[in-house]
Structures are given as structure tokens and as C-alpha cells.
């Protein structure tokens, strides 16, 4: 089994160290957190309140919201909130709310994805003209730099110009954290193209996009294997001539399932760190797994911020 030979991070200087403390210099966004109602996403909104990330508008049933503070002992005093009467109507507040320019983000918290994203994606929602997707960052130990994947929560079954805007969206993301030029590895199971495998063809044509200014601010290859994507060692054993082979800033899965499971295995079996976000809308959204802890939801909050103020400064 071949590994990557590049040096791991340093633990006390670590991707998410830093991203921590480069959003730590902005104000804060205000956030509409939909469904609230447990332990998790409560200790997000109260986290990244208490770190300056965003200032939160809890939203969701009242009594549950209460309920579940008052068990696990966490203090909501101060925070703005508005009353619903079930989760969907607080997705749907809150995707109002960021229509109206009332807030300039959303967290997810108890509630499943679809529902989120179902009033999202609505004709009244947060649709551009650009497709939505979803970036997981991922800070890998054995990995030199934070390591993007995507898309892994909205996007089954991409089609060559679903990818195109998946690869683009990453791009935007990289640079708000100030990867002026990311490496973007096109993923399928061998890196030459085959002609029955559809993930090889569309990673020739997304990177011949790129060559032809149609996909812009990245270099792309691909397709490229996990091994050969993340591995020196690995690219030249294969004679893989590449400046992206090895060492990759983005991962681009070639369906949400490959997409999931590189993402889950390196969280649960490489105690990656984690954090969450959804691009394309009208405004960034952590979306964070039920099962994600407080950390991962602090994390997900510091990345929407630098995004949000990266637009921001870039349009202005």
C-alpha cells in the first residue's frame, strides 16, 4: 500500500487554526440557524456566537428550542428567535429572511438536508444562475494542507455541466481562504481515459473547459485515482506527470456517493477535522450533519464568514 510522502501538519498549526484566526479578524454575519432543537446545533449557534463568527436568529418551535437547552444546560438568553410551527416552516423562514437581506447566512441545525434544501431551491428561495453544491474541508493529519471534497451532500448524480459549476464553486471557496491558484483533482477509480467509464470522459472535458477559459482561477487534471490525486509517491510510480498529481488542494467526486464515503472514511477513520458549506445559493449555508458535533458546526461558521466577506470585498 503506497501513502502520500508529504509532511503532515503541524497539530498547533493546522488548517483550521488558522482559518479559525483569520475569521476571528472579521464582524460577524448574522445567521438565521433553522430548527434548533438539539444539543448540537444549539452549542453551534452559541458557540460561534461566543467566537464571533455569526450573530444568530434561533429558529424553530419555541418549546423544543427551550426543552433542549434547558437540558443540556446551555444559555440562549440574548439570542434573537422566532417562533415556528414545525421545521419546515423554519426553513422556510429562514430562506426569507436571507431573500430579504435580513441575514447573510444560514446554519442547518435538527433537521433533515432535503428539508433545508427543498425551500432553498423553491421558485421564492436562493437559487443563481449558478448550480448549488456542497464543499466539506477537510483537515487530514497525514495531509500537508486542508483537503476540499465535493460535492458529497447536494448534487446525486452530476451531469458535465453540474461539475463545471462544482468545480467552480470550489474554486471561489479556495480563494476566499487565500489559495490563489487550487489544485483540482477530477476523481475516477484509473486516470486514463476509458471509454465506458463515464467519470473519465467528463473529467477530460472539464479539464479541456478549463484549457479553453471556460473554467478559470484553478488547475485541473483528471482524471485522476484517490491514490494519485493525494500520493507523490503513488503519481510517480504510475509515471503521472502532473502539477495537480499529489498534491491536490480539491477533490472532485465523480457522484455523491463517492463523494460521501471519501469524506466519511477520512473524518471517522483518519480523525480528520471538519467543516461544511453550501455555495451557489444567494447565501453561503452550513450544512452540517445531524450527527456533526458543536466543533464541526464553529468550524462550518468560520468558513461561511470568510466566504461571505470574500464576495463582499470581490463585488464591491
Given at each position: 500500500m503506497h501513502t502520500s510522502n508529504n509532511a503532515p501538519c503541524d497539530p498547533h498549526d493546522s488548517p483550521f487554526a488558522r482559518m479559525l484566526a483569520q475569521a476571528l479578524h472579521l464582524p460577524p454575519?448574522?445567521?438565521?440557524?433553522?430548527?434548533?432543537?438539539?444539543?448540537?446545533?444549539l452549542l453551534g449557534a452559541v458557540q460561534g456566537r461566543d467566537?464571533?463568527?455569526i450573530?444568530?436568529?434561533?429558529?424553530?418551535?419555541?418549546?423544543?428550542?427551550?426543552?433542549?437547552a434547558t437540558a443540556a444546560h446551555i444559555d440562549i438568553t440574548g439570542i434573537d428567535r422566532v417562533d415556528t410551527?414545525?421545521?419546515?416552516?423554519?426553513?422556510?423562514?429562514?430562506?426569507?429572511l436571507a431573500r430579504a437581506g435580513e441575514v447573510e447566512a444560514i446554519m442547518k441545525g435538527s433537521l433533515h438536508t432535503d428539508e433545508l434544501m427543498s425551500a432553498v431551491m423553491a421558485p421564492n428561495g436562493l437559487k443563481t444562475d449558478r448550480r448549488?453544491?456542497?464543499?466539506?474541508?477537510?483537515?487530514?493529519?497525514?495531509?500537508?494542507?486542508?483537503?476540499?471534497?465535493?460535492?458529497?451532500?447536494?448534487n446525486i448524480v452530476p451531469e458535465l455541466e453540474d461539475k463545471a459549476d462544482i468545480i467552480r464553486?470550489?474554486?471561489?471557496?479556495?480563494?476566499?481562504?487565500?489559495?490563489a491558484l487550487p489544485k483540482v483533482a477530477i476523481l475516477a477509480a484509473i486516470e486514463t481515459v476509458h471509454p465506458r467509464m463515464r467519470s473519465t470522459i467528463e473529467a477530460a472535458a472539464l479539464c479541456k473547459m478549463a484549457d479553453r477559459g471556460q473554467i478559470t482561477g484553478g488547475l485541473l487534471d483528471g482524471p485522476l485515482a484517490f491514490d494519485n490525486a493525494i500520493s507523490h509517491e503513488a503519481a510517480m510510480i504510475k509515471h503521472i506527470v502532473s502539477p495537480v498529481?499529489?498534491?491536490?488542494?480539491?477533490?472532485?467526486?465523480?457522484?455523491?456517493?463517492?463523494?460521501?464515503?471519501?469524506a466519511k472514511q477520512l473524518i471517522y477513520l483518519a480523525s480528520a477535522q471538519v467543516a461544511g458549506i453550501v455555495l451557489g445559493a444567494r447565501v453561503p449555508i452550513m450544512l452540517t450533519s445531524r450527527s456533526d458535533d458543536a466543533d464541526a458546526r464553529t468550524a462550518s461558521a468560520a468558513l461561511a464568514l470568510l466566504f461571505a466577506r470574500h464576495r463582499v470585498k470581490a463585488k464591491s
Open positions: 454575519m448574522r445567521t438565521a440557524v433553522v430548527h434548533p432543537v438539539d444539543e448540537a446545533s467566537a464571533g463568527l450573530d444568530p436568529i434561533l429558529i424553530g418551535p419555541r418549546a423544543k428550542i427551550d426543552a433542549a410551527e414545525h421545521s419546515h416552516a423554519a426553513a422556510e423562514e429562514g430562506v426569507r448549488i453544491s456542497h464543499v466539506f474541508m477537510l483537515g487530514v493529519p497525514n495531509y500537508h494542507k486542508p483537503l476540499f471534497i465535493t460535492d458529497a451532500a447536494i464553486n470550489a474554486i471561489d471557496l479556495c480563494h476566499a481562504l487565500g489559495i498529481a499529489g498534491d491536490a488542494d480539491v477533490l472532485i467526486a465523480p457522484d455523491l456517493e463517492a463523494g460521501n464515503m471519501i
